[in-house]
């Protein structure tokens, strides 16, 4: 097998033993040398084909820590409502949607409340009086219903809502056409259905949020799967070379009849891997709830939706009989905890709890005394820094002293707690590693860490919370040779200069997937 020799680079290794590098050598889908440019030369032969990167900088192939590819790739295929006010999203819906039938569904995503503070059902129904209307918020966790659909999922005035969920209502009782945290709609299941089942829906897809990942120096993804027919769209991938990152597929434990049927697909360890069992504790800030100890700044009395502290040590104590990883999708302080605690009560019960890497996903606010905690059960945390975007909502959301201590990547990172970084997309604004990278380091407050500590999260930390990290998360001799070559060294040009990084080329087992100004391979 032909070597290919990579020369006159700048190498941020995420290797303790070897930090930086001039020149590397890949034979087959591994890095075979890592060092200095003589020594490369010599180890990959004449023979070789060599690649003069003229001085670019060469990271580890980015690994999202927290994604839902398939429902990203639909994003494409739905209207964004980012940043839009109500009167530009029933504008941007009525171009969009125009001569839809009446009856037919109208759906759209990521509205929120910062540029639609006052969204009402009302709104939606002068526009559309004929069609349903779900309009999601950038969440995920919330929904923006006219009457029409909101009849079609049965909530109306005098009917109390017994789900999981809130429907909020005005002073009257009427529903304003708010969901929060209510997934049994009884629109939505179809058209996802369809997506989910159909391969001439899975295929396009996943192919434009592979796309887009490969252009951003994304190599893997620790997937929110959930459904095994995407597994057999993974595996159709690999086989026609069409697989440009690596997946590692989580199950859905919320619904506990789809975990037999993730067996199904066809796992080879290196491409398409077993991930975690996915489990919700709370909901989110935006929507009022996640668990928090203390009441919400703007809606005192309120802390949110929290799960029972029974039902978390059921969860928790099953998987640690099955030697199962969990994620756990936890933003509040309260759900985070009451986790700790059914952690604990259940690690004294069954020994080796912390070699399970138990996983809080988000993990937005944590309380200072529960850092130590995570620490010393082996808990891993999954952040997206992403979420720092939006500092004055939860200042709004927190109040001020909450607010300043949220999202506490330098606390957690300084406790020794093993921190991985990721996207959440489409639950949050960005996939982007550069921008996350940047938010990360220039953030205000106490929690702000260094570039490279953030670049450490995005590769090294990624790679552990997957138990991956002898295979991938660094530039060093035996690893796979996935890797981003980027137009400067983010751990070194000014913080304020990271988010003018341009990711030139993806590179994942030794194959070119994309190169700037080219078409994804």
Same mark, same amino acid.
């Given at each position: @097998? ?63 820590? +927290?994604? +839902? ?13 980012? $940043?839009? *006010?109500?009167? $530009? ?40 009086? *004929?069609?349903?209307?779900? %309009? ?35 002073? /009257? ?9 209510? /997934?049994? @709609?009884?629109?939505?299941? &179809?058209?996802?259905?369809? @997506?989910?089942? %159909? ?7 996943? !192919? ?42 989580? $199950? ?11 067996? %199904?697909? /066809? ?9 975690? !069992?996915?489990?919700?504790? *709370? ?14 700044? *703007? ?43 059914? =952690? ?17 996903? +988000? ?5 200072? !005394? ?46 020794? =707690? +093993? %921190? ?7 639950? !949050? ?9 940047? @938010? ?21 930390? /990624? ?45 994942? &087992? ?12």
């Amino acid at each position: @097998m032909r070597n290919t020799l990579w020369l006159n680079a700048d190498v941020v290794t995420m290797d303790s033993a070897k930090p930086r590098a001039e020149a590397f050598v890949v034979e087959g889908d591994r890095f075979t040398y890592v060092g200095d440019r003589w020594k490369a030369e010599a180890m990959a032969g004449a023979g070789a084909a060599v690649v003069d990167l003229g001085g670019r900088t060469v990271v580890p192939g980015f690994n999202d820590n +927290h994604v +839902h590819a398939l429902f990203f790739g639909e994003n494409e295929y739905e209207p964004d409502l980012t $940043g839009l *006010d109500a009167d $530009g999203i029933v504008k941007l819906l009525k171009e969009w949607y125009a001569g839809i039938p009446a009856g037919r569904l109208i759906l759209a995503h990521d509205w929120d409340f910062p540029s639609c503070p006052e969204p009402r059902k009302e709104i939606l129904d002068r526009a559309f009086p *004929d069609n349903p209307v779900v %309009l999601i918020q950038f969440s995920g966790h919330g929904s923006w219903l006219n009457s029409r659909a909101l009849a079609a999922c049965g909530i109306r005035k005098g009917r109390p809502h017994r789900g999981k969920g809130v429907v909020l209502r005005d002073e /009257s009782g009427e529903p304003t056409g708010i969901l929060r945290d209510i /997934s049994d @709609m009884k629109l939505i299941p &179809g058209h996802y259905i369809r @997506m989910v089942m %159909l391969r001439s829906y899975r295929e396009p897809r996943l !192919e434009q949020a592979l796309a887009s990942f490969a252009r951003c120096g994304i190599t893997s993804l620790q997937d929110n799967t959930w459904f095994f027919p995407i597994l057999f769209t993974l595996a159709r991938f690999r086989r026609t070379g069409r697989l440009s990152a690596r997946f590692s597929c989580w $199950g859905f434990g919320s619904m506990p009849w789809t975990i037999p049927l993730m067996r %199904l697909g /066809s796992y080879d360890g290196k491409w398409i891997r077993r991930g975690p !069992e996915k489990y919700f504790l *709370d909901g989110t800030f935006s929507t009022r709830t996640a668990c928090l100890i203390e009441d919400y700044a *703007d809606e005192p009395g309120k802390t949110g939706m929290c799960i029972e502290d029974e039902s978390i040590f059921r969860i928790v104590r099953s998987l640690a009989r099955r030697r199962k990883q969990g994620a756990f999708h936890a933003i509040g302080d309260g759900a985070i905890s009451s986790f700790l605690d059914a =952690v604990e009560k259940t690690a004294a019960e069954i020994p080796g709890i912390e070699k399970l890497r138990f996983r809080l996903e +988000h993990a937005q606010l944590i309380s200072p !005394e529960d850092i130590e905690r995570i620490g010393r059960l082996g808990i891993l945390i999954s952040a997206q820094p992403s979420t720092l975007a939006t500092p004055e909502k939860d200042e709004i959301i927190l109040g001020r002293e909450r607010a300043e201590h949220a999202y506490p990547y330098r606390s957690l990172i300084d406790a020794g =707690v +093993h %921190l991985s970084f990721g996207s959440d997309i489409p639950g !949050e604004s960005s996939f982007d590693p550069i921008h996350s990278i940047h @938010m990360a380091a220039n953030r205000g407050g106490p929690e702000r860490i260094t570039a490279e500590e953030a670049l450490r999260c995005y590769t090294l930390g /990624s790679a552990y919370a997957e138990f991956m990290e002898g295979e991938k998360g660094a530039v060093a001799a035996g690893q796979l040779a996935d890797f981003a070559v980027l137009s400067q060294d983010i751990t070194k040009v000014p913080a304020a200069r990271i988010k003018d990084t341009v990711v030139e080329r993806t590179v994942v &087992g030794g194959r070119t997937v994309y190169e700037i100004g080219s078409s994804p391979k």
